[in-house]
């Protein structure tokens, strides 16, 4: 099992950059597949980016390729979400989630992570 906490979220202007980090707890962090999701006022939950267990394979929503970069640290059992170029259209509140040998096909569906962090807000102003 593993407990995440985002962090990193706040206020930005269109163009700028913010780095999200989500922390994990427990001793086998290296063993999750783990992806960004948001969701923005009224709408569902989207897929963002996801990593493998390996940190070998990401994946990225069309919205963001090119300007986020997930990455993971397992030496401090973090990952992270590199935000650059950011845009109104990107506000929402970030959560990070874990699937133990993840992710799985279904990489960009929400319910292939059984584990998620509480969301850290991010509002990019035009």
Sequence with gaps: QVQLVESGGGLVQAGGSLRLSCAASGRTFNRYGLGWF??????EREFV????????????????KGRFTISRDNAKNTVYLQMNSLKPEDTAVYYC???LWGPKREYDAAPAYNYW??????????
């Design 117 to 126: 962090g509480q969301g850290t807000q991010v509002t990019v102003s035009s």
């Design 38 to 43: 948001r969701q923005a006022p009224g709408k």
């Design 49 to 64: 980016a996801a990593l493998s267990w390996s940190g070998g394979t990401t994946y990225y929503a069309d919205s963001v």
């Design 97 to 99: 989630a874990a699937d």
